[in-house]
């Protein structure tokens, strides 16, 4: 949700292939979704519980996440709205690795649409293994944070990481919080933005201001 209120406050027509149930979560956000006046004609409504519920233990230097999903169905709304819906730019939040989605990538490419995607991830694996590597590559934009860039390529030194994703992806953007952002193109330098000189109350959140900002700015070419 604040990757796609993010988008549709500055301005872009963004369509958003939510999945809601019947319980008091989905139509929380399906309210808040109504009071902003994102399109929801993409929404998919089911007479069930769908209950995606995170929560986030945010410290200065450190933060958490604890998550509960209720089984999705199949198939997800965004594979049916790759099939039908237009786009310049498809943003994945989160790091997806699952079975569908070659079908995903293959479905937007051949449409004609760029695809993006989120670094948020937990997991251990690293781009040396098979799958997620050929996420990576499928790939026309990855925007990790810094820990997750560190994470995924096994490289404590920054710069490091950032070109050993360049080499697999087009185009990379680092997140590193008040060390500002950074982003390379594929054979090209690394270029750092400084951070705004800011107090944060709460920073949960930000990264998914900062993808729908950038992609907003940018629209991949």
């Given at each position: 949700y604040n990757t796609v209120a993010s988008l549709h406050r500055l301005?872009?027509?963004v369509g958003w292939p939510a999945d809601f149930g019947d319980d008091d979560f989905s139509r929380f956000i399906l309210e808040k979704a109504r009071?902003?006046?994102?399109?929801?004609?993409?929404?998919?409504h089911y007479k069930r519980p769908l209950r995606y519920v995170t929560v986030a233990a945010s410290f200065p230097h450190d933060r958490a996440f604890i998550a509960y999903y209720d089984p999705s169905p199949a198939p997800?709304?965004?594979?049916?709205?790759?099939?039908?819906?237009?786009?310049?730019?498809?943003?994945?939040?989160?790091?997806?690795?699952?079975?569908?989605?070659?079908?995903g990538a293959r479905l937007a490419h051949a449409r004609g649409m760029k695809l993006a995607m989120d670094g948020n991830t937990s997991d251990e694996e690293r781009?040396?293994?098979?799958?997620?590597?050929?996420?990576?590559?499928t790939l026309d934009l990855l925007m990790p944070n810094a820990s997750e860039a560190r994470r995924m390529t096994g490289e404590e030194d920054l710069p490091t990481a950032i070109r050993v994703l360049a080499d697999l992806c087009p185009l990379i953007?680092?997140?590193?919080?008040?060390?500002?952002?950074?982003?390379?193109?594929?054979?090209?330098?690394?270029v750092h933005a400084p951070s705004l000189g800011l107090t944060p109350v709460d920073t949960t959140g930000a990264g998914d201001c900062f993808c729908a900002t950038f992609v907003t700015l940018t629209a991949l070419g």
């Open positions: 301005g872009v027509h009071q902003e006046g994102i399109d929801g004609s993409l929404f998919s997800r709304g965004a594979l049916r709205a790759l099939a039908s819906a237009t786009a310049r730019v498809v943003i994945v939040v989160g790091m997806y690795t699952g079975r569908l989605f070659g079908v781009v040396s293994s098979r799958k997620l590597r050929s996420v990576v590559q953007v680092v997140k590193d919080g008040p060390g500002g952002a950074y982003g390379c193109e594929r054979g090209g330098p690394i």
